[in-house]
């Protein structure tokens, strides 16, 4: 736990079903990226992977609290935004394999991922404009006079990068309903975030800007449902942004297939395996009574079939037909629409 979690409310009791669901989200996500680093060592992924594995309880903790019509931007480790935000694991794993299937009809692979009609509004390889993206929401939301929200998950990459100062000042300046999500892994692909930063506690910035921070441990999913849960009403109930920073760890390489020796040691990768966010929930779920080990077991059951069926609809699904390389890629309006303008 982190210093700065004072500043976390009270904690709320959550009912079971809240509880055994925000292990499944995190189940789902988990067996997921495994196939998918496992699809990607047999060839059947074109292009880079990088998966969110040891990060699972920040998206979990956070979308457990959006709706379909909030909107997310997030970043090249973008899998676990998608699947947590609703995005079925069969989409995402076809979309990996580049089938029509996929989320983003195949166009996308891993790191441009989308599917707007529940809010997933897009991942980028680009690192940081998702802040200004989410920031872009956040303005047409509050315009709209609506209660919706704006959440941009982001690495500590991005925190040195213009969009960060540029997306959150303007958001502090007109109170905007937008939650800047950092996913402190400690490091931006090999440069460890102590040696790249000035000053390294990214929820400290918030105060510099004039909007609420906050520092997480980002391996605790009942901590970040709770601060997220807290942030999301205040923004919806027109209180304005908050800047929620998780220190968390990720287990596998920066992606898949690159190596993953000389800037860390496998002593401090062993250290967070021990704080797998996964387990440590398991634990605490099954010691303080709240589930029953075999309620969790079930849950995994389940997940692994679940994925295991996506697995074989992605590989089975069509690739994209060469006379539809022009579709999906621009909006196209229907011809209603295309007489109102
Ligand atoms: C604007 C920009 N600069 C550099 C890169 C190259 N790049 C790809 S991933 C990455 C590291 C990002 O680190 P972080 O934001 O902490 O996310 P993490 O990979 O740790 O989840 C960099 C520098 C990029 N994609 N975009």
Redesign the pocket.
């Given at each position: 736990m982190c210093a700065q979690e004072s500043n976390v409310p009270a904690v709320t009791p959550i009912d079971r079903s809240t509880l055994l669901d925000l292990y499944r989200r995190m189940v789902v996500i988990r067996r997921t990226e495994e196939q998918l680093a496992k699809s990607h060592q047999q060839g059947l992924i074109h292009g880079a992977c990088?998966t969110?594995v040891g990060?699972e309880a920040i998206a979990t903790g956070v979308c457990a609290h959006l709706r379909p019509d909030d909107a997310v931007f997030s970043?090249?480790?973008g899998h676990g935004h998608a699947l947590a935000k609703g995005v079925a694991p069969r989409e995402l794993i076809a979309e990996l394999f580049g089938r029509a299937t996929g989320c983003s009809r195949g166009r996308g692979g891993s790191m441009h991922l989308f599917a707007p009609e529940i809010g997933l509004m897009g991942t980028s390889?680009?690192?940081?404009?998702c802040i200004l993206q989410a920031t872009g929401a956040g303005y047409s939301f509050k315009l709209l006079k609506t209660d919706r929200v704006g959440v941009a998950f982001?690495?500590?990459?991005?925190?040195n990068?213009g969009a960060f100062h540029e997306g959150l000042n303007l958001a502090a300046i007109y109170r905007l309903p937008v939650i800047f999500v950092c996913?402190?892994?400690?490091?931006?692909?090999e440069?460890a975030?102590k040696d790249a930063a000035g000053n390294p506690n990214v929820g400290e910035r918030g105060a510099a800007y004039g909007l609420s921070g906050l520092v997480l441990d980002g391996n605790d999913v009942l901590a970040v449902h709770q601060a997220a849960g807290a942030a999301i009403a205040r923004a919806r109930a027109g209180g304005g942004p908050t800047l929620i920073e998780c220190r968390t760890y990720?287990t596998r390489a920066?992606?898949e297939g690159m190596r993953d020796t000389g800037y860390r040691s496998p002593e401090e990768v062993e250290q967070w395996k021990a704080k797998d966010p996964i387990a440590r929930y398991r634990t605490h779920l099954t010691e303080s009574g709240a589930v029953r080990g075999e309620e969790l077991e079930a849950v995994e059951a389940e997940v692994q079939s679940l994925v295991a069926e996506a697995e074989v609809f992605a590989r089975n699904s069509p690739w994209p037909a060469g006379a539809t390389a022009c579709d999906h890629v621009y909006y196209e309006p229907t011809v209603s629409q295309a007489v109102a303008h």
């Amino acid at each position: 736990m982190c210093a700065q979690e004072s500043n976390v409310p009270a904690v709320t009791p959550i009912d079971r079903s809240t509880l055994l669901d925000l292990y499944r989200r995190m189940v789902v996500i988990r067996r997921t990226e495994e196939q998918l680093a496992k699809s990607h060592q047999q060839g059947l992924i074109h292009g880079a992977c990088h998966t969110y594995v040891g990060e699972e309880a920040i998206a979990t903790g956070v979308c457990a609290h959006l709706r379909p019509d909030d909107a997310v931007f997030s970043t090249h480790r973008g899998h676990g935004h998608a699947l947590a935000k609703g995005v079925a694991p069969r989409e995402l794993i076809a979309e990996l394999f580049g089938r029509a299937t996929g989320c983003s009809r195949g166009r996308g692979g891993s790191m441009h991922l989308f599917a707007p009609e529940i809010g997933l509004m897009g991942t980028s390889g680009i690192v940081g404009p998702c802040i200004l993206q989410a920031t872009g929401a956040g303005y047409s939301f509050k315009l709209l006079k609506t209660d919706r929200v704006g959440v941009a998950f982001f690495g500590d990459g991005a925190v040195n990068n213009g969009a960060f100062h540029e997306g959150l000042n303007l958001a502090a300046i007109y109170r905007l309903p937008v939650i800047f999500v950092c996913e402190n892994n400690q490091y931006a692909t090999e440069i460890a975030f102590k040696d790249a930063a000035g000053n390294p506690n990214v929820g400290e910035r918030g105060a510099a800007y004039g909007l609420s921070g906050l520092v997480l441990d980002g391996n605790d999913v009942l901590a970040v449902h709770q601060a997220a849960g807290a942030a999301i009403a205040r923004a919806r109930a027109g209180g304005g942004p908050t800047l929620i920073e998780c220190r968390t760890y990720r287990t596998r390489a920066h992606a898949e297939g690159m190596r993953d020796t000389g800037y860390r040691s496998p002593e401090e990768v062993e250290q967070w395996k021990a704080k797998d966010p996964i387990a440590r929930y398991r634990t605490h779920l099954t010691e303080s009574g709240a589930v029953r080990g075999e309620e969790l077991e079930a849950v995994e059951a389940e997940v692994q079939s679940l994925v295991a069926e996506a697995e074989v609809f992605a590989r089975n699904s069509p690739w994209p037909a060469g006379a539809t390389a022009c579709d999906h890629v621009y909006y196209e309006p229907t011809v209603s629409q295309a007489v109102a303008h």
